[in-house]
């Protein structure tokens, strides 16, 4: 699939989400292009099912996106590469098609030039229904730009306690300080508040930010009539 020029705006109907893991204590989220910490099958777990699942279940052949950076994509083992049943969308100015058609099968990978384009292009497939959710997977540069835009409804974050001090310090990627007054934490009830990982010594904790205008309508329609 390649990107198509397109004179019309990005359908404002269609969300998306953030889904990210921190260090809680300094938002790290990277370290020269790889993770500051040991893959967690909790958490690997978490983000397979969160990204993978369509909800509510639609016709087959219906699955979700997945949007990434350059770096993001680069840090991903070719192994796993792209992501099964989802999307993939990778957005970079020096990237190619050809160059995924040497690595892999391209009929589930996106490229655009940029984080706007890319939104237009899954916007499509949205409205003919290929896809159901999008989801933005990082590096840095997209968290920025994503948690700003109007449509970004909600972040989906794991907190990851117990990273060694001296890690911690060497991270040079980070998620960006989410605003309180604009987005509202909901710790994920049906998950155990904090997890321990017995092989890597640290614990997880799963938290979902909504935008407040968003709950607001939520709770609204849940009130009784």
Request: a negative charge; hydrophobic letters at 35%.
């Amino acid at each position: 699939m390649t990107e198509e020029m397109s004179s019309r705006d990005f359908n404002k109907k269609t969300k998306f989400s953030i889904i990210v893991a921190i260090i809680n204590e300094n938002n790290g989220i990277g370290i020269s292009g790889g993770l500051p910490w040991k893959s967690n099958p909790t958490d690997m777990r978490f983000f397979r099912n969160l990204t993978r699942k369509v909800s509510p279940p639609t016709r087959k052949g219906v699955e979700n996106a997945v949007i990434m950076g350059r770096k993001t994509y680069q840090s991903i083992p070719s192994m796993y590469f792209p992501l099964a049943d989802r999307t993939n969308c990778v957005i970079s100015s020096t990237l190619t098609m050809e160059h995924f058609n040497k690595i892999c099968d391209q009929d589930s990978i996106v490229l655009s030039t940029s984080f706007p384009a890319a939104l237009t292009l899954l916007d499509k497939e949205v409205e003919e229904e290929f896809i159901a959710d999008i989801f933005v997977i990082g590096g840095e540069q997209l968290y920025r730009e994503a948690i700003n835009n109007p449509l970004c409804e909600k972040i989906y974050m794991t907190r990851i306690y117990g990273i060694p001090t001296e890690v911690a310090e060497r991270c040079d990627a980070f998620f960006p300080t989410i605003d309180l007054n604009i987005w509202k934490e909901e710790i994920d009830r049906n998950l155990v508040p904090i997890q321990k990982d017995e092989s890597s010594g640290t614990s997880l904790q799963f938290i979902t930010y909504i935008k407040k205008e968003r709950r607001e309508e939520e709770e609204q329609k849940e009130k009784p009539q």
